[in-house]
T-cell receptor, first 109, second 115 residues
Framework: DAKTTQPPSMDCAEGRAANLPCNHSTISGNEYVYWYRQIHSQGPQYIIHGLKNNETNEMASLIITEDRKSSTLILPHATLRDTAVYYC??????????FGTGTRLKVLA | ETGVTQSPTHLIKTRGQQVTLRCSSQ?????VSWYQQALGQGPQFIFQ???????GRGNFPPRFSGLQFPNYSSELNVNALELDDSALYLCASSSLMGGNKETQYFGPGTRLLVL
């Protein structure tokens, strides 16, 4: 079973920030949180990952709570091209990604 | 830098046949993982190859097998195809060094239809 839970769907207005939550209450101290997205059944696209501290790259920001039991992916200015299924993953062991059902984000014009 | 590539992009087979799917890993990566994604579901881990050996396996029967070659490319073989094997098959490459987790980068996938 996936170590993460996410809301099944969310809507966001174009140009506004999209905040996608993820719960990972059983995460261990040395386990990272990864975020991917999948557009139209293409291969999942890596977005960002983090351990404890907040992270930011050209695509998004990742906010991890101090207890590490949840995180939020932030797309600062969502566009129509950000419409996708977003997956939050805590890898099992050294190799195994267990995907949940993800959050289907729809960006509205 | 070349990304992960997969071939073919689409494939149609009939029940009982065998299929081979191919994956070329991203430059500098030594590890390949394979996933199966049925329609409407998240990808399911099949197995991973590191240094030409299977490095972990998900809940898939033995008729799902793989290979990794010295250049780190990989094949997924499925024997005795069943209708439920119809899915998008994804390959992901990463660089596994010293047991540390590294980001997996996915290819575009091969869509297999079993009739």
């Amino acid at each position: 079973d996936a170590k993460t839970t996410q809301p099944p769907s969310m809507d966001c207005a174009e140009g506004r920030a999209a905040n996608l939550p993820c719960n990972h209450s059983t995460i261990s101290g040395n386990e990272y949180v990864y975020w991917y997205r999948q557009i139209h059944s293409q291969g999942p696209q890596y977005i960002i990952h983090g351990l404890k501290n907040n992270e930011t790259n050209e695509m998004a920001s990742l906010i991890i709570t101090e207890d590490r039991k949840s995180s939020t992916l932030i797309l600062p200015h969502a566009t129509l091209r950000d419409t996708a299924v977003y997956y939050c993953i805590v890898p099992s062991g050294t190799y195994k990604y267990i995907f949940g059902t993800g959050t289907r984000l729809k960006v509205l014009a | 830098e070349t990304g992960v590539t997969q071939s073919p992009t689409h494939l149609i087979k009939t029940r009982g046949q065998q299929v081979t799917l191919r994956c070329s890993s991203q430059s500098g990566h030594n590890t390949v993982s394979w996933y199966q994604q049925a329609l409407g579901q998240g990808p399911q881990f099949i197995f991973q190859y590191y240094r030409e050996e299977e490095n972990g396996r998900g809940n898939f029967p033995p008729r799902f097998s793989g290979l990794q070659f010295p250049n780190y490319s990989s094949e997924l073989n499925v024997n005795a195809l069943e209708l439920d094997d119809s899915a998008l098959y994804l390959c992901a490459s990463s660089s596994l060094m010293g047991g540390n987790k590294e980001t997996q980068y996915f290819g575009p996938g091969t869509r297999l239809l079993v009739l």
